[in-house]
C-alpha cells in the first residue's frame, strides 16, 4: 500500500509539473526567446545593449518572473567583456549586479543567480584587481553557493575555470590549474537539460574552447 501511495503521489507530481510547463505564459515565452535570439546574434557590445533593452523591458512588464533580469546581467556582463573602456566595462557591470539582485529576490536561492554572480564579482575585481582584491573572495563564495545548490550547473564549474584559466599563473591561476574544472564543465554541459526551452542553457562551447587551449 506504501509504494502504491508513493507511486501515486509521484504520478500526481508529474502530472502538476506538465500542466504547468503547458500552461506558461506564451507571450512570455516569446518575448524571451526574442531576447535570446538577439544574444545568439550578438556580435559586439552593442547588440549586446540591444538586448539587454529587450529584456529590461520584459522584467518592467513580468515583475514576478526572474529570467528577465538574469538575462539582462548576463547582457550587460558581455558588453563589458566585449568593451575596451574601463569606465564603460564598470558601468555595465554595477548595473549587471543591480539586476542580478533582482532576479535574486525573485527567485531565492537559485543556482544560476549565484553564478552570474560570481561571475560579475570576478570581473569586477578584474578592472582594479590592487584596490579591489576583496571581490576575489565574494566571487569565490557566490560560486561555491552554486555548486551547493546545484552541483551539476555545468556554468559553475565553467566560470571558475574561466576565472582560473586568464588569472596570471603568479597569481595561482594559469591553463594547467583550469584544466580540471573545464574537463568537469564540458562533462556535465553533455547531460545538461535545461527546465525548459528558456532557462539559461549557455556556455557549453566556450567550456570546450577553453579547454581546448590547455592541452
Not at 503521489?9 to 510547463?21: K, P, R
Request: proline share 4%; net charge neutral; glycine share 4%.
Amino acid at each position: 500500500m506504501k509504494t502504491l501511495m508513493q507511486s501515486i503521489t509521484l504520478l500526481f507530481v508529474l502530472i502538476s509539473l506538465n500542466s504547468l510547463a503547458q500552461n506558461a505564459d506564451p507571450k512570455f515565452t516569446k518575448a524571451i526567446k526574442s531576447g535570446l535570439e538577439l544574444i545568439a546574434n550578438a556580435k559586439g557590445a552593442e547588440d549586446y545593449l540591444k538586448a539587454e533593452n529587450q529584456f529590461e523591458r520584459i522584467a518592467a512588464v513580468e515583475t514576478k518572473e526572474w529570467l528577465p533580469s538574469y538575462y539582462a546581467a548576463y547582457c550587460h556582463l558581455y558588453a563589458g567583456y566585449m568593451t575596451a573602456d574601463k569606465e564603460l566595462k564598470d558601468q555595465y557591470w554595477d548595473k549587471a549586479l543591480l539586476e542580478i539582485d533582482k532576479a535574486d529576490a525573485l527567485s531565492a536561492n537559485n543556482s544560476e543567480i549565484y553564478a552570474l554572480r560570481g561571475a560579475l564579482q570576478f570581473m569586477k575585481m578584474s578592472v582594479d584587481p590592487r584596490a579591489r582584491m576583496y571581490l576575489m573572495g565574494e566571487s569565490a563564495e557566490s560560486l561555491q553557493k552554486a555548486a551547493t545548490l546545484n552541483p551539476e550547473n555545468p556554468r559553475t564549474d565553467l566560470i571558475r575555470g574561466q576565472d582560473i584559466f586568464y588569472t596570471p599563473e603568479a597569481f595561482g591561476g594559469g591553463k594547467a590549474k583550469a584544466k580540471s574544472l573545464l574537463e568537469s564543465a564540458v562533462a556535465k554541459f553533455a547531460i545538461f537539460k535545461p527546465a525548459n526551452t528558456i532557462d539559461p542553457n549557455w556556455g557549453a562551447e566556450s567550456a570546450k574552447t577553453l579547454l581546448a587551449q590547455c592541452k
